[in-house]
C-alpha cells in the first residue's frame, strides 16, 4: 500500500464538476477522483477548520465511532473500475467497511488519519508530474501543463 496526502479539491470547468486530488509525494503522483459537490464541500469545510453548529453526516460519523469506542485507523482506495474508485475503513477493532472514496476521505480528513492506496490503483489512474528535485518548487511550464490536464480531463478518461 502506498501512502497518499489529501492535496486539495478543484473545480472542473465548464461543468462544475469537483475533483479530489491526492498526492504521492515521494514520486510526486496525483490520483484524481470525481466527487459529488455535498462531498467536496464537506472535505473543504473540514479542510478549512470550520465546524457547523449541528454535525454534518461525515461529522455524525466520526462522533458515532467515537461513542462506541472505536476509532478510524485509515482509510485504504482499494480498487478503481470505470472511474468508480472502492475504498475502505480500517477501524481499530479490526473491523473493514466498504466506503465510497469521497466519504472515506471525507473522514479521514476528519480523522486526520492515513490515505493509503494499493499500487495497481495508482498505475491504472496516478498522473505523475516530474520534479528534478525534492526541494525544488514546481516549473511553471509543468504547473501549466497540470492545470491544463485537470481542465481537460473527463470520468471517461478512466475507463478501462
Known amino acids: ?7 486539495g479539491i478543484r473545480i472542473q470547468l465548464p461543468s462544475n464538476q469537483p ?3 491526492l498526492k504521492r509525494h515521494e514520486q510526486n503522483l496525483y490520483l484524481p477522483l470525481w466527487i459529488g459537490a ?5 472535505i473543504a ?5 470550520l465546524t457547523p453548529p449541528r454535525p454534518m453526516t461525515h461529522d455524525l460519523l466520526i462522533n458515532l465511532l467515537e461513542a462506541l469506542e472505536v476509532s478510524l485507523q485509515r482509510v485504504e482506495i482499494v ?13 481499530s477493532n479490526g473491523k473493514r467497511v466498504d466506503s465510497r472514496s469521497s466519504d472515506a476521505i471525507a473522514l479521514a480528513v476528519r480523522a ?6 494499493t499500487e495497481e490503483v495508482m498505475e491504472s489512474a496516478g498522473v ?10 514546481l516549473p511553471e511550464a509543468q504547473m501549466r501543463e497540470f492545470r491544463e490536464f485537470l481542465d481537460n480531463i473527463d470520468p471517461e478518461d ?3
Open 112 to 117: 486526520q488519519c492515513p490515505i493509503l492506496c
Open 158 to 160: 478512466f475507463s478501462a
Open 79 to 91: 480498487s478503481v473500475q470505470n472511474a468508480i474508485f472502492t475504498a475502505e475503513l480500517v477501524l
Open 45 to 49: 469545510m473540514s479542510e478549512q477548520g
Open 1 to 7: 500500500m502506498l501512502e497518499l496526502e489529501f492535496a
Open 128 to 137: 505523475a508530474i516530474e520534479i528534478e528535485s525534492e526541494d525544488e518548487e
Open 19 to 21: 475533483l479530489l486530488l
Open 38 to 42: 455535498p462531498e467536496a464541500s464537506a
